[in-house]
Each structure stands twice: as structure tokens, then as C-alpha cells.
């Protein structure tokens, strides 16, 4: 895709995009009849957690891991009385190993945030607006995942592999589910069965993604959230001058909240099991009131 038509594509997203241009971008879609109707997704009671563990080891795809300390000091001695295990964490959020999600101020593409907020609204302390904060009451909604490999007949999709919006179409024909107004639609590329399988790569330089254009599907459809296995952009970039289209359109212009790095592996054999690939999702961001994303753990309720 060359500059002048991903610049074509970015106009017409935003365009057909415009009522997500409010603070909270496309959550607005998730009304509360939504969210209700959402609720009757719920028929055996199980739960399955979209989000992998968060790692603490170095590897080629995440060499700032998380940091795990515990807080016991070497005197203390736990044999009598009360003590408590203590510890805290520190991790860089937007790497390319651990499960995330990005706010809408994660985002600056010339020179401004989604919505033309202004960049000056993020500086050292933070970020004053469109900070994951909008979503400190939850995204709670309909999930739908589409399943590439499994539409392919593959086990995952190689680094550098787009998924186009006629993929998205054949998988919904293929699962017999629609993606409709206000859905969280999750894309499973197989990036973590590679991973556990054939081991860790440098993932920021080679890894299976959404081509742009697949983005026109989701504008049709208004879903209201993106997430995928691997970092929804493939790499390298299928966009001339942009390395993260998928996040400047997804975000930028439609307003749309992303989340990374997911998996897959539990939910998928359970929605192939039930022949039902639309679910309940409940999506709980820490709260960082000024922080451009958050570690989370979005939870499948079938």
C-alpha cells in the first residue's frame, strides 16, 4: 500500500468513523441495551481468560520483561507471629510479549491524538486526556473470534502473513457468526501456538498482522474493540512510510481501544467444541487515571 492510498484509507475511516470521535471513541457503541443483550451469550457458565501470563525472563521478542520482586527483607523471620507475603511489579505495557491494551492517546500520528486532541495533553507525568482511565467502568459486550489458521487449514499464519477484510468475511461464513454494531471482535493468528511450539522471535520485526485495508470491515460492522494474538499490525509494515498502520487507523481514526499480545489457545478448541463463536466479554483495565494502556486480563464468559 503506497502513502497516497493509505492517506485515502485513513480519510474514509475517519469519515465513516466520525461518531467515535467523542473521548470515549468507539465504547460509545457498547449502550447498555448492548451490554444486556450481550449477557444472553451466557449459557454454560465457564470462564476462559484471554490474556497470557505475563513473563519475567528475557527473550528475543521481550527484552524489558516484566520485573517481579518480593518485598522480604533477609532478618525477617516468619516462624511465629503474623507477617504477610509482599512483592511488587514493574513491566513496560506496549512490549511485544505481554497482554495489553492501548488507550486512545497511545497514538500520535501528525501531530495530534485521536479526535485532533492536542500532544501537548501527554508529557512526562502522563496523559490529561483519552487516558486509559475512559475505561475504568469495564468493557463488558459481545465477543466474537475469528479464526485464520483455522480458516486456512493452518496451525498459525507465518510472520509477515496479512489478514485482508475477505478473510474476515469467509471466517464469519465459515463459524456461521456476524460481527455486528458494537461487538468486541478478537482475530486469532495463531501468534502464541508459534511461540509455545517453535519458540520466541523477534516479533517487532516479523510477525502476522491485519493488512489497513482490513480495517474497512470493522468500520462497517462499528465494532467497538480490536484485540488480537499477536500485535494486530503485521511485520514489516504492508504500508509504504507508516511501521504500525493498523494502530494509527485503529486508534487514530476510528477510536478504537486495541489490545495485544492475547491468546487464543483456551478460548478457540471450546468455541470449536460448542460450535458457537460469540461470547461475553468482560474487560477490566487497571486504573491509571493518566497511563496510555494497562496489563489486563479480558475474561470469556460462554
Given amino acids: 500500500m503506497t502513502k497516497a492510498e493509505f492517506d485515502a ?40 481468560t484471554l490474556a497470557a501470563p505475563v513473563e519475567t525472563s528475557p527473550g528475543p521478542d521481550n527484552p524489558e520483561p516484566a520485573r517481579h520482586r518480593m518485598r522480604r527483607q533477609p532478618e525477617e523471620d516468619f516462624s511465629s507471629g503474623l507477617h504477610f507475603a509482599k512483592d511488587s511489579f514493574a513491566m513496560n505495557v506496549h512490549g511485544d510479549a505481554d497482554s495489553h491494551i492501548d488507550a486512545l ?18 508529557g512526562p507525568d502522563g496523559a490529561t486526556a483519552l487516558s486509559v482511565e475512559v475505561a475504568r467502568d469495564g468493557i463488558v459486550g459481545r465477543g466474537v473470534l475469528l479464526d485464520i489458521p483455522r480458516l486456512r487449514g493452518v496451525p498459525w499464519l507465518e510472520p509477515g502473513d496479512d489478514v485482508t477484510a475477505d478473510d474476515l468475511g469467509f471466517a464469519e461464513t465459515a463459524q456461521q ?39 474497512e470491515f470493522l468500520a462497517e460492522r462499528r465494532v467497538a474493540v480490536l484485540g488480537g494474538d499477536g500485535n494486530n499490525d503485521t511485520a514489516p509494515s504492508s504500508a509504504e512510510g507508516i511501521d504500525f498502520p493498523v494502530h494509527v487507523l485503529a486508534v487514530h481514526a476510528m477510536g478504537l481501544h486495541l489490545l495485544d499480545y492475547l491468546q487464543f489457545e483456551g478460548l478457540a478448541p471450546v468455541c470449536e467444541a460448542e460450535g458457537r463463536w460469540s461470547f461475553l466479554c468482560v474487560i477490566a483495565p487497571l486504573r491509571l487515571p493518566e497511563a496510555t494502556g494497562s496489563p489486563v486480563n479480558p475474561i470469556a464468559v460462554l
Avoid: K, M, Q
Avoid at 469519515?15 to 444472553?40: I, N
Fill in 9 to 48: 484509507l485513513y480519510r474514509r475511516l475517519a469519515s465513516r468513523t466520525a461518531w467515535a470521535g467523542g473521548d470515549r471513541g468507539a465504547l460509545d457503541a457498547l449502550t447498555p441495551d448492548r451490554v444486556l443483550a450481550a449477557t444472553r451469550e451466557v449459557r454454560a457458565g465457564r470462564t476462559i
Fill in 105 to 122: 492517546c497511545h497514538v500520535i500520528y501528525d501531530g495530534t491524538l485521536h479526535g485532533g486532541v492536542a500532544t501537548d495533553s501527554v
Fill in 177 to 215: 457468526v456476524r460481527v455486528t454494531e458494537g461487538d468486541l471482535l478478537f482475530v486469532r493468528v495463531g501468534h502464541r501456538r508459534r511461540r509455545a511450539e517453535l519458540g520466541a522471535w523477534r516479533a517487532a520485526e516479523a510477525r502476522a498482522g491485519l493488512h489497513p485495508s482490513a480495517l
